[in-house]
Structures are given as structure tokens and as C-alpha cells.
């Protein structure tokens, strides 16, 4: 590998390190941020509003996909990932500075919303930009992998976030500290931005760039007409998979430390971690199992034991009881079957468009399904005060996965990455 492809790979992993620990500790910081800037009387209320915005700002995205796709496809991946690391990395810094609903009531709520929608729609761009962008540069032989490393290298972002979140939340007398961790998120995103010349374009890409150079680009409208059923099964998958990792590390701590009462929010934010390393090395254990034994086969046989722990911790649930180990082995199985759920879904779309279908299906599989979980959970709490409601609606998600990798596999995709 020449240097200048090891630097390129180095770069475009540190940018996914960075944004990640900026979109997580958003997550993470739930209640510090719903207590800044959201309305409401009691912790629940304002809880509810923050999932309420986590869920709102989703919107933005598939105007990122949009946008920052065709730029990717049309103009170059590394161009793409190095506007949106710029526009990221500024509205981080908004969110660390902005004053609290106590000192300027819903402008507050408002700004917050709006910094958050700018950084979900630059995210669009970024992210999804990076992975196909690193899938490209890669050989088929190594594929999975050099995809497990990205996501690998996503969580140690949001293991940074879990920890930076972790120090400033022990430090009671200091309420205002957990700002300092967006900052320091701004601060690393720019220093992203001032490397971007060292980032250069996989020699795939270039080459399918000239051989598409002179032909009439379709309209977006058309593009999604003539691959319609690959876009919905992209869709429904990458939205289960972002539900699956909300539901388990995102949502499921701080709903059993805030809602429940079952653990201390101390607890929740040490499992929390734990969790985060666990996610980590089970996305490098997918990559090498799935350059090497049948991608489906994985794919499922993880999906079913998947189901199984989910309806045990429901029947605990019936006795609002979380159980730790259980919840581990349900965060290790998830990259078991998403690694090369992601890469199935990439090689599917050719490349002149493939940053543009995945990143939207991503995007309205956020809006749908992922980004809405939390807020469709605590509904049914709401409603119910049913713990296993809750648990019964993730594992219709992952029946929902189970049902859409099959249609998929009948499908039998031509695999486009070799074309």
C-alpha cells in the first residue's frame, strides 16, 4: 500500500472518530441538554421533549443525502467529506456556547434545533461518504473488514463521548462542563478540515468517473424509479440497524436510569462504556468472519439469536428488571449481521450513484425507524407503564431485518463493486 493511501485511510478514519463522538455525545447528554434547554416541569417531560427534538432533527437529513450525495458522486467522495466536516464541526461549537431556556426561553429550544438539523444533514454527507469511499479503496478480499474498521473506529468516537460524558457528569458542582466536550468535538472537526489535502480518491472511483464522463445524469426522481426496490430494502435495513443501536446503547441506559429507576445514572454511564467496547470489537470479529464464511449465513444466524435474547429480556421486563449481560450479548451481536448487511447493500448500487442511494436510504431509514425509537419507546411507556411493550416493539424491528435480508438474498443483486 503506498503512503499516500495509508494517510488517506488514517484521515478519513480520525473524521469518523471525531463525528461520531459528536454524534453520540449528543445522545449521551440527554439529560444535561433536556435539562439546559428543553421546556417542561418535571425530568420525565423534559426528556420527553429532548427525544422529541432527536427525533425532529432527523429531517434534515435526507436534504444532506441530497446534496452532499450528489456532490460525492458527481464531483468526488473527498470533496464531499471535507464541506461537511466545515459546516459539522461549526454547529458542535454552537450547541457548546448556546444559553440555557432559563435565559432566553424558547430561542433556546429553537437554536438547539436548528444547530442539531445543520449537523445531521452535514452528517448525511460525511459519513455515508466515508464508508463507501473506504469500501472502494479496498479489495474484495479485505472489504468487510476495512468496513468493520470504520466502524470500529465510529465507537471509539462514541467511546470518547461515553467517557468525556462520564468525567463531566461526576463533577456535579461544575452543571455547565458538559459543554466543554462539544467544544473540544468543534475544535477536533477543524483540525479534520486542515488535513483534507492529504485525503486523495480511490483510483475505483476515478475510473468509473471517466468511464460515466459525457453520459446524461439522470434526474434523482428517475434514478430512484429504476432501482425502487433495492432503495426500499436499503431503506428499511439501514434504518433497522441505526433503531438497534439507538435502542441498546443510546436509549435503553438512560431510560432504565431516568424512567425505571432500576440503576443509577452512574451505572448507566459505566455500562454504557462497557457496551461501546463491546459494539467495538464484535464490528471488527463481523469483518473478519464475513470475508471469510457465507454472508448470509451470518447474517441470519446472528439476526436469530437476536431475537431470542430480545424475548428473554422482555419476559424480564415484565418485572422491570434490565439484566446487564443479557443487554451485552444483544450489543455484540448487532455488527455481527449489520458489517456485511452494509457492504451488501453498497455493492448493490453502481458507483455513479451509490453514495446518493445509500446515504438517502440511510437518511429515511433514520427518519422512519432509527431516530425515532427512543421517542416511540417512551410513548409506549407513556401509555402502557409496560416495560415488555417496549421491548416488543424493538423485536419487531428485527423481524422486520429478518424478512427484508431475505427478500434480498432471493433477489440475488449483482454484485457491483466487480463491475
Known amino acids: 500500500m503506498r503512503i499516500s493511501d495509508k494517510t488517506s485511510y488514517l484521515i478519513a478514519i480520525f473524521a469518523t472518530i471525531v463525528r461520531y463522538y459528536d454524534y453520540a455525545l449528543f445522545g449521551l447528554s440527554a439529560s444535561a441538554i433536556a435539562s439546559a434547554f428543553m421546556p417542561g416541569g418535571s425530568g420525565s417531560d423534559k426528556l420527553l421533549n429532548f427525544f422529541i427534538v432527536f427525533s425532529i432533527s432527523v429531517a434534515a437529513r435526507p436534504i444532506g443525502s441530497i446534496i452532499f450525495g450528489s456532490i460525492s458522486d458527481k464531483i468526488g467522495r473527498v470533496i464531499s467529506v471535507k464541506i461537511t466536516t466545515m459546516i459539522s464541526s461549526l454547529s458542535v461549537v454552537v450547541i457548546a456556547i448556546l444559553p440555557s431556556y432559563e435565559m432566553i426561553g424558547f430561542l433556546a429550544t429553537i437554536v438547539l434545533i436548528f444547530s442539531r438539523m ?93 468511464k460515466n464522463e459525457g453520459d446524461d445524469e439522470p434526474a434523482l426522481l428517475k434514478i430512484l424509479v429504476q432501482n425502487r426496490l433495492k432503495f426500499v430494502l436499503a431503506l428499511i435495513l439501514s434504518g433497522g440497524i441505526g ?54 449465513k451470518q447474517i441470519f444466524i446472528s439476526l436469530i439469536i437476536m431475537v431470542c435474547l430480545c424475548f428473554v429480556m422482555e419476559l424480564l421486563g415484565k418485572d422491570n428488571v434490565v439484566s446487564f449481560p443479557i443487554h451485552m450479548a444483544l450489543v455484540f451481536f448487532v455488527p455481527i449481521y449489520m458489517i456485511p448487511i452494509q457492504v451488501k447493500l453498497q455493492s448493490i448500487f453502481p458507483a455513479n450513484i451509490r453514495v446518493r442511494m445509500c446515504s438517502l436510504a440511510h437518511s429515511l431509514g433514520s427518519m422512519f425507524l ?40 432471493k433477489s440475488d443483486y449483482q454484485n457491483m463493486f466487480e463491475i
Open 118 to 210: 445543520i449537523f445531521i444533514m452535514s452528517l448525511a454527507g460525511e459519513v455515508d461518504a466515508i464508508k463507501v469511499y473506504i469500501s472502494e479503496k479496498t479489495g474484495k478480499k479485505s472489504r468487510h473488514l476495512a468496513s468493520s474498521v470504520v466502524s470500529f473506529s465510529a465507537q471509539l468516537g462514541v467511546f470518547a463521548a461515553a467517557c468525556m460524558y462520564q468525567f463531566t457528569f461526576t463533577i456535579t458542582e461544575l452543571n455547565w462542563l458538559w459543554r466543554v466536550n462539544f467544544v473540544a468535538g468543534g475544535l477536533l472537526g477543524l483540525l479534520v478540515f486542515f488535513l483534507r489535502k492529504s485525503i486523495h480518491e480511490s483510483s475505483y472511483y476515478i475510473k468509473n468517473k471517466l
Open 243 to 296: 433503531a438497534s443501536y439507538n435502542f441498546l446503547i443510546i436509549f435503553l441506559g438512560t431510560f432504565a436510569a431516568e424512567i425505571v429507576g432500576g440503576i443509577s445514572h452512574q451505572d448507566a454511564a459505566k455500562n454504557n462504556v462497557i457496551l461501546i467496547i463491546v459494539y467495538a470489537f464484535s464490528c471488527l470479529i463481523s469483518g473478519i468472519l464475513a470475508d471469510r464464511i457465507s454472508v448470509y
Open 370 to 409: 432509527s431516530s425515532t425509537i427512543a421517542f416511540i419507546c417512551m410513548l409506549l411507556w407513556k401509555y402502557t407503564g409496560s416495560f415488555s411493550a417496549v421491548y416488543l416493539y424493538f423485536i419487531s424491528i428485527i423481524l422486520l431485518i429478518i424478512g427484508v435480508v431475505f427478500v434480498m438474498m
